[in-house]
């Protein structure tokens, strides 16, 4: 079976970790991104520079799309010069970026009775499981599709979860899985800001809070970032979750679901994007940090 070729949509921190892996699972990869210095960056690490979508698109078999939101994604894929018009029979693209549900069911809508086929995968993992290789993939298609994409798939993800066969059920757990991640996190900046001001060691908060029932790969991560102050660069920008919790409120709005703890973690991240639009997750505990002045250290 001759190997697929692929093909990567956005080289940010996110889609270079694709990159990155499928290349090192020995896929010919091609690359396309607006900042020159990404594509210099792919190109050094083994990748071909697409010139445009309409060249990616003839000849790459599986291309993710890992932009920033829906408007992005349905340019990228549904454009006049996009992959739906230009990708060959039997490809597929594969959409990584978090969007909303709707959007997703928009894209499918648009490209259903095509050639080309749609894996709506949402992932999770942040920027260490797309640099590592093992995010989670929240893959939505027919099993015929999950069937043939699968070694493109494994090359990018620790675990693959068939979550559904139609665009937007991809989107829609990833919808919930951000509203506890959101949650989680802004609990982690408040008891962070707790301790900070009960003069509490941040190394000694750390050793219980992840050896306790609490603790987790994302509260542990959020608490290490904000003892060793590491506010910027961690590859974790306070926009992407920003966007994430406005995707799980929307989807709740439609559904008429009560979202309490989501809407208040929604409120502090706003509060920490206003202040901070450079920042990581994390800098929100530096803006409760400012009201109550104190900081907490390792």
């Known amino acids: 079976m001759e190997t ?4 990567v949509v956005g080289l940010g921190d996110m889609g270079s970790g694709l990159a990155k892996n499928l290349i090192a699972n020995g896929f010919t ?16 690490m083994g990748g071909i520079a697409a010139d445009n979508l309409k060249g990616m698109a003839a000849n790459a078999d599986a ?5 920033m939101n829906g408007d992005q994604a349905k340019s990228v894929i549904l454009g006049p010069d996009g992959l739906a018009q ?21 894209i499918g809508e ?6 080309i086929q749609l894996i709506d995968s949402p992932v999770s993992g942040g920027f260490p499981g797309a640099q590592g290789g093992t995010l989670t993939m929240m893959a939505a298609a027919p099993d015929a599709v999950m069937a043939k994409f699968s070694p493109v798939m494994e090359a990018v993800s620790g675990t ?35 301790a900070a001001k009960a003069g509490i060691s941040g ?34 920008h306070i926009n992407t979750m920003h966007k994430d919790l406005t995707i799980s409120l929307d989807m709740a709005e439609e559904l008429g679901v009560p979202m309490h703890t989501a809407s208040t973690a929604m409120q502090i991240f706003h509060a920490g994007k206003s202040k901070y639009p450079n920042g990581d997750n994390w800098v929100c505990t530096r ?12």
């Open 86 to 106: 230009n990708m060959k029979n039997g490809s597929a693209v594969l959409l990584t970026a978090t969007i909303k549900p709707k959007e997703a069911k928009e």
């Open 4 to 7: 697929l070729r692929t093909g």
């Open 203 to 236: 190394e000694n908060l750390y050793k219980v809070f992840s050896t306790s029932g609490a603790g987790s790969g994302v509260s542990n991560t959020a608490l290490e970032n904000i003892i060793d102050r590491k506010f910027e660069g961690t590859g974790s």
């Open 160 to 194: 693959i979860h068939h979550v559904g066969t139609n665009p937007g059920d991809g989107q829609m757990m990833k919808a919930c899985l951000q509203s506890l991640i959101g949650s989680v996190f802004s609990a982690t900046f408040e008891a962070a800001a707790l």
């Open 287 to 298: 803006v409760i940090e400012e009201i109550i002045g104190a900081e907490l250290h390792r």
């Open 63 to 67: 291309i993710f799309v890992m932009v």
């Open 110 to 115: 648009a490209i259903s009775g095509s050639c």
């Open 29 to 44: 990869t091609y690359g396309l991104d607006l900042d020159p210095d990404r594509m210099s960056a792919f190109k050094q």
